[in-house]
């Protein structure tokens, strides 16, 4: 069937959903450039760019992303966190709330009894946050805020300087809060040197790109993912987040927490970050304003990120690094079914062209991604790929969506696409076959087994390679493995004793307890032998084609027969009684030890594809 | 070692730190029992009782569970689940809006100029949410709400009529806020219905366990975990999750979901209900309350749960019923050390005494929770328990401890306890060294390697059930499996053919590569067969002992050497060159024969156990 042809890298669903998302926001020209210093007015309001990055550090994004702007409010919760590194959470506390106000950004906001700011996302609770970051001087808490920025960013960063002196020129109100707080001995000495540190930390310049891997890297519990580096100890990420979930959007905290779940913050320069906890981090901007001063783009790209993915924190997803149960390429990993060993030659050196990811646990966006990405990455070189839903509990609408466009990418690019073990989850292929054309969904294949869906990518690939030897019939009993190595005379000592017998398909021609007294040769056609377990169809031990033979464990143990053999075509055979077999032993006994080794080889060949699968399923 | 004597069930630390919760919290007796009906003030103010309900249906729980009391506000976000599955989101959003109000429950904080209540959890949202119940009647609405509350507790919910019948004749400044909700056309129709029913769904009777229940269903997405119902359409959780989150602790949610960090509600008869969605439900039920009307204890245990457990929602974790990567018994899954025949019935007869739990991904403390239950079932038949760590990429302090505790139970209780592949996790031994006496974490086993790990234990209870047949010294040639059924005069003729030879531990006596030139009896001491793998120590494909040969396969193929072959110990053995044993073979056909057979059936043992090894690992 198909053939190996080239064809172009596959493309991510994901990313093709960024692009659209781009695409369709860059016509959006509503909201105003922020003015209220003459330096933010000169940003480019047309620029637009979104990165969404996993927290284990894969990045999606489109547009502008080294666009550098200002950070301005988004800074706050970074700033809290190295606050609350240097205190501790109690001391912090002490100093400001953790409520939300249901007020503008600047709002003064302090409790009027103590002075303490409401909480550290308005202007009044991040200038005394920033007074609690280390240093007595401006440089010195500075030096220490640029430091911490750069471990979640990856990259040196620097202050825009023309900002920060328009900011700390005509931040009147700022100062008259810092004095405010200095009156109520939050801040309890010159409150000066920490309101300019203030300016300078919302004049940080980063790209959209260093807003998605700040983010990420909170997804990540503090972990930057990229570089390893911890950015801020792991406990105080959730204050962090906490403090951004309910304060993080001014005035429509709850709104926002209801509609798009995602703790996040806003800077008037255009910069919105997001966070979901464990899965992903998304920096988006673009700097036109609505009245809250929350970039336009921004806030409808995060909505429709979190409806079109489902990223809301409170949708039930049980999101883990570990959906890929086993992933195994056709070289290392076979079918029950016993090959010739030509075939199992050519599949060791080409099988690596079917690749199967045994999946489990719950699809849903998150680990749906990791599916996708892990797919694209080995289908540029396998033409077969077995999808295997066996183990997977749930799959959401959004997950299915997704493993639908790439199956449609899959099979455009020619690929062989097996879904598994699909049974228990109807809803993959209700999505499949109403969102795919009858052509595509019906290039898909659906075979419940893995063990049979492996064995038909195994015969695709052996038929792409070469003709079967024993494809058909056997021209004699010498071609037959256990007699490998025999001289014609020998041959017909042995056709001599052997029983011609045909079998109809679905015959059972072993049942288990049966005495064992004979073996047979398969001349054609294809049995298999089965254990059966009750409560299911059973399971399938081995195949065999015609030039093997089945029944030989007799000539070890005369044991009773412990598997069923069923015939899975018609066949023909040639059956030999064990006691013949003990007199001709008797005469002939050089060539009974060559049947021996033969058969020795053969359990020792059987025995070596087992470990090596045994090794693969371990690792 | 350790012999099988009974012991009493292992005791789940989990169950242990909820008991001493219950047990610390009954000596607190601060708060007052609510008294603004007289119903309410008959309540018994020391009870206590606490349900921790996991997202897959176990229950941990102390003191009363089954005392019922009235659900009062804890009803709101499941009647506000009703108002959107009958309404839509956007229709009840028209109605109530979803902001936080910084004021207490009875506030009235309607929008000034709509009229719209800030949200659903103040009494002013709560009417209006009723009255979007499907329903003319108080009776028809009472009816889809008891119906769909009983589908979240598993059991036919009642009210209490005293209570209801004290509500309503009290309920003025309820009253007055139905009729202002009616004046602003938030209620189109005649309020009193709407108002009735209300006060009838707060009469609703439940206990702690219903609590812990109907938030684990929460946590589940909507489904019952025990009956697999369905309560609610999972779609709407995210939002009734979000107004408990924004909204649910009155005035003080900021400061709620920053130290507690789980949506929350609670009610004025002393109950509170708490959700980490996607992994567990919090009932407790203790009617002395705070001056903002919440459960003084209730709220106590909450708080310590959530740090005892890091349940904040932020706190990142991937959280997965699938932590348990592979799941076997030593009767099922065999080490890699070639077993006598009668080792190998003995293990598969009484192996289910060893266990093993392959864990994978990330263990926190609701991963634990499922690793510490699973082993805990399983420990009461096992005396073998090997926990592999292998593939887990993170262990937070919470999971450490509670493997501690694990630990410790398994060790009091005369288990063997073998940890395995901890090497890239220290935090677990420094947790395990510093919190257990050296006497238990003495018995403990450390042992990296998995497979070595599971020979060991096998070793200990082949040793608890007999002494080994071939412990020491072979006594001759004969004893070998290879010449097992020889005559001794036939066994004479071998030993004419063989050469003795000594090796010292550390020894490699077959080298990779090395042709194939004899095979080896191995009469005394251990080898082990290795296959290099750089950068990493090797590993283990199999492991002899005296009785056993080695290097057979050489007379099969007469191909080079395929894997290293050291002494595990001093060694005596006897060497048997191949074209000795040809020449051999041309003189004593039949003795050649048997040979081969042995050496067949050993293949087809070694088969068989492989091939249960890949049955197993793909269960």
Redesign the interface.
């Known amino acids: 069937m198909s053939q190996r042809t080239p064809s172009p890298p596959l493309k991510s669903p994901i990313q093709e959903i960024i692009n659209d998302l781009y695409n369709r926001y860059r016509e959006v020209h509503t909201g105003e450039v922020a003015t209220y210093i003459p330096e933010l007015g000169k940003a480019n309001p047309d620029k637009l760019a979104i990165s969404v990055v996993t927290?284990d550090g894969q990045v999606y994004e489109a547009g502008d992303t080294q666009q550098t702007f200002t950070i301005q409010s988004i800074s706050k919760p970074f700033t809290y966190g190295i606050a609350l590194e240097d205190n501790g959470r109690s001391a912090v506390i002490d100093k400001i709330?953790?409520?939300?106000?249901?007020e503008a950004f600047n709002s003064i906001s302090l409790d009027p009894a103590t002075g303490r700011p409401l909480?550290p996302m308005i202007n009044a609770g991040a200038i005394a946050t920033t007074s609690l970051v280390e240093g007595k001087t401006t440089k010195q808490k500075m030096h220490r805020i640029l430091d911490a920025f750069a471990r979640y960013t990856g990259r040196k960063m620097d202050v825009d300087n023309n900002v920060y002196l328009s900011e700390s020129e005509t931040g009147h109100r700022n100062r008259a809060i810092a004095y405010m707080l200095r009156n109520f001995d939050i801040i309890t000495d010159d409150p000066l040197p920490s309101l300019e540190a203030y300016f300078m930390q919302c004049s940080i310049l980063v790209n959209c790109r260093d807003l998605g891997m700040m983010a990420a890297t909170l997804?990540?519990?503090g972990l930057n993912p990229l570089s390893g580096t911890r950015a801020v100890i792991?406990d105080y990420?959730?204050?962090m987040?906490?403090?951004m979930?309910?304060?993080g959007m001014y005035d429509?905290?709850?709104?926002w927490?209801?509609n798009v779940?995602m703790?996040a913050k806003s800077g008037v320069a255009g910069g919105i970050l997001a966070v979901l906890?464990?899965q992903l981090g998304i920096g988006v901007f673009s700097p036109r304003l609505d009245k809250h001063g929350n970039s336009v783009r921004g806030i409808g790209i995060c909505r429709e990120l979190s409806q079109r993915f489902d990223l809301?924190?409170?949708?039930?997803?049980?999101?883990?690094?570990?959906v890929i149960?086993h992933s195994g390429h056709g070289g290392l990993t076979f079918s029950n079914r016993m090959r010739l060993e030509s075939e199992t030659d050519l599949l060791r050196e080409h099988g690596n062209q079917i690749e199967t990811l045994e999946l489990?646990?719950?699809l849903v966006f998150s680990t749906a991604e990791i599916v996708i990405r892990e797919s694209i990455k080995k289908a540029d070189k396998a033409d077969y790929f077995i999808l295997s839903f066996r183990?997977v509990?749930v799959v959401d609408l959004v997950a299915a969506g997704l493993i639908k466009d790439l199956a449609l990418e899959m099979v455009n690019a020619g690929k062989t696409l097996v879904l598994s073990g699909t049974r228990h989850l109807p809803v993959l292929e209700k999505v499949l076959k109403k969102e795919l054309t009858s052509e595509s969904f019906n290039q898909l294949q659906w075979i419940q087994d893995t063990d049979i869906a492996l064995e038909q990518c195994e015969n695709l690939l052996i038929q792409s390679h070469t003709t079967l030897h024993h494809s058909g019939h056997l021209a004699n009993l010498g071609e037959s493995l256990l007699l490998k190595g025999f001289r014609s005379g020998e041959i017909q000592l042995i056709e001599s004793l052997v029983k011609k017998c045909n079998y109809k398909k679905g015959d059972n021609i072993i049942n288990v307890k049966d005495p064992a007294t004979e073996l047979y040769f398969l001349m054609k056609g294809k049995v298999s032998a089965w254990i059966d377990i009750s409560g299911t169809d059973g399971?399938r031990?081995a195949t065999f084609t015609s030039g093997m033979v089945f029944g030989e464990?007799a000539?070890?143990?005369r044991a009773p027969r412990s598997a069923r053999v069923t015939a899975d075509t018609d066949l023909e055979c040639y059956s030999l009684s064990l006691s013949d077999l003990d007199a001709f032993?008797e005469k002939n006994?050089?060539l009974?030890?060559h049947i021996?080794?033969n058969?020795?080889?053969l359990?020792?060949q059987?025995?070596r594809k087992?470990?090596a699968?045994?090794?693969a399923?371990?690792k």
């Open positions: 927290a709330g953790v409520e939300p106000t249901g909480n997804a990540n519990g792991g990420v959730e204050s987040l906490s403090v979930g309910s304060c429509a905290a709850g709104e927490i209801y779940g703790p906890p464990g809301h924190m409170f949708h039930v997803s049980r999101s883990g690094r570990t149960r489990q646990g719950e183990h509990q399971k031990v464990m000539l070890l143990d032993a006994p050089q009974m030890i021996m080794r058969l020795a080889e359990l020792a059987r025995l087992a470990n699968e045994i090794s399923l371990y």
